[in-house]
């Protein structure tokens, strides 16, 4: 069963920096699309950046700029340099790997992990 645990969440003061990290187990073969997504109270989940298998990245327009994604050394992990946060940048942050296999596809989610960016 495969498994991403997101980890680096928590407060900071705004314009500060967060490095949130994702790690997953039990998978027998390399991710095609690997990402962060956010949600805000009240609002739906969005996209924040993507990296693909050639590592070609995708950034939200409030992104650009400010976050960094990155694939790690160790297979299927990811992670995202957060600088210059802002208040609006308060979310719940969930790590999502993606793809297809001859089998179908796949599409799996991290539990979350919380950044809150004071004003």
């Known amino acids: 069963q495969v498994q991403l645990v997101e980890s680096g969440g928590g407060l900071v003061q705004a314009g500060g920096s967060l490095r949130l990290s994702c790690a997953a187990s039990?998978?027998?073969?390399?991710?095609?699309?690997m990402g962060w997504y956010r949600q805000a109270p009240g609002k739906q989940r969005e996209l924040v950046a993507s990296?693909?298998?050639?590592?070609?990245?995708n950034y939200a327009d409030s992104a650009k700029g400010r976050f960094t994604i990155s694939r790690g050394n160790v297979v299927n992990t990811v992670y995202l340099q957060m600088n210059s946060l802002k208040p609006e940048d308060t979310a719940v942050y969930y790590c999502n790997a993606k793809g297809f296999l001859p089998g179908g596809g796949y599409d799996y989610w991290g539990q979350g992990t919380q950044v809150t960016v004071s004003s």
């Open positions: 039990g998978s027998t073969f390399r991710f095609n699309t």
């Open positions: 990296i693909s298998r050639s590592d070609s990245t």
